[in-house]
Each structure stands twice: as C-alpha cells, then as structure tokens.
C-alpha cells in the first residue's frame, strides 16, 4: 500500500490509549515553551488522554526533566518521563547480570538510569567493564572518551543513547552525541546498539513504563520521532512547531511519513482527515487542489492552513513515489492561519 497518504482518526486524544510526545519542539523550544502546549496538553488529558513525554536526551535524569515541564505550566512527574538513557540502560541491564561494572561515557542522567537497573557505572577500565554505554554529557572528559574508545576498540560490546547529531543549547545549535558516536565508531571499526529514536528500544521502552496497547508518537522531526515510530510499528503525528520546514516535508521517504498531521498540539482535540491522492495524483482535500506540475507543486483554491500543508505533504510524497523526484517548492508559501 502506498504510504502518500494520511490516516483518518478520531481526536489523538481519545482514539488512543498513549499519547507520546517529544519535548524540544513540541512542548518546549529551548527553554521556553511552544504557545498553548500546555493549554492543550491539559485538555487533552481532560479528554482522558494517557500522556508520556518521551526525549532523546540523555544528560538529564526524568525527575529534572518533569520540574523542567512543570515550570512551563504542564502537569507530569517524573513517571511520565521516559530518556534514551533508561532506554539504554535497560539494553544493558538485559546483556549484563546484577551489579556489574559498566563504563559510563556520559552524564548524571545516564549514571542515574544505569544505577536504576542495578549496574554499576565506572569509569575506570581497570575495572574490568562488561559493557562500554555512552550518551550526551557537556562536562565528559577527553580521558575518558579515550578510555571508552579503547574499551570498544578492544571489544567491549557498546550501547549509544542516540545518534543525534545536533543538540540544541542556550548559544544555539550544537553538536550533539551522534558527533562522539561518529568519532568512536572511526576509531574502533565498532557500530553501537542504539536506544533512542530512530531506533525501536525507546519507544518500546516508554509503552513498557507507562503502559497503553494502541499509542501515538507526537513529534516535529521526520528523521527521529516518524521514523522512530514506523521502527516501533505505532501511529506517528507530525507537528509543525519544531524544526520542519516546506522542502523537508516534501522529501519525506515512505519510512519517514506521518499518519496524522497538525500545525500544533492543538490537533490532539481534532478529528484528523484521511487525505489520499487521486487516480491522477492530485490530492483534492477541503478546498484546496494540489498537484505536481513540470516537477513543481502547484496549489489551487481556499481552506485552511492546516489543510494547505496536508494536501501539499500527500500530493508531494505521491509524486515521490512515482517518479523518484522530490517535487520542488520554491515560491511556494503556506497562507496565513
């Protein structure tokens, strides 16, 4: 089946029993937060959505991470919170036995995750590590990235938190784990287990915590949190608060496309349309006509924003999927809201 196309569902927050949201993007950006996340969230758990808020980052332990939340203006606690590190912790508590020593390159959240399986994180290879886990830490070391590097080198199994290239901080965009993971993988000839998203253990992880048979993943990225979700096998919805842009949007591969799509977390409270090309590939969806010209998207008519960027995305991705070519935007511009 073609996946140009989006799903229809009633309101995210009552047709599903789990609601996973990413964090920088969806509910915060930086350290502020997206406008009317919180309103949102309140009413979606109103509506008896079950929420977790799930994140790549691994520097932080969850209870940091729901005080964060909570000065926002959004109701959680520390159960709510699953990381890459208790993801990764429990890929390591499965490979090694109770107590063992494991090499820690990281920070405070993934010492606190590991400690929480019942393993001991060192940083002394002298102690004989049965396992090398790694994970974003500002404050690490060149030593004992050096030390862990060889440990892996040397054939210490290794798990990494995430791959994440990039991190956001209060000076802007910076380089996140995925650039050590990079740096050590070089170094040792060694790819590692991963646990965050893309990667399946994250979310697996998160359903195993808090619990849900038919959940959601929410999230503003297509490379981690769709592609995350089609990796878990669980309905995926797009926000367009974050890091998307038009030209991302249209390249979107199979692996990497959403079952719903909203502006914002608002969408958890609407129905959600299915929106499906045409025999022609035109996509006609609630005023507007979208089709694919000479290689360029042409739009037609009135409607919602909202609307405007479904019908784009679904007439794109069929193009895509027909003829190998991602079809271009430039000039294009969403209307107003």
Partial sequence: MS???LRASAAPATAYDLVMLDLDGVVYIGPD???GAAEHLAAARAQGAHLAFVTNN???PPAVVAEHLVALGVETGAGEVVTSAQAAARLAADQAPTGAPVFLLGGDGLE?????EGLEPVEDPGADPVLVVSGFAPEIRWRTIMRGAMLVRDGVPWIAANTDSSVPTPDGIGPGHGVLVDMIARFSGVTPVVAGKPARPLLDETVRRVGGVRPLMVGDRLDTDMAGARAAQVA?????TGVMDLPTLVAAVPAE???HLALDLRGLLEDQPAVAP????????????VCVVDGSVRVDGRGDVQDWWRAVAVAAWAHLDAHGAVAGVAGLTPPSR
């Fill in 33 to 35: 937060p997206v406008p």
């Fill in 3 to 5: 996946t140009a196309r």
């Fill in 112 to 116: 606190v995750a590991l400690w929480a």
């Fill in 58 to 60: 691994a520097a932080r």
């Fill in 257 to 259: 496309r959403p079952d």
């Fill in 236 to 240: 995926g919805m797009l926000v367009l």
């Fill in 278 to 289: 045409d025999a022609d590939g035109a996509v006609r969806h609630e005023g507007w006509t």
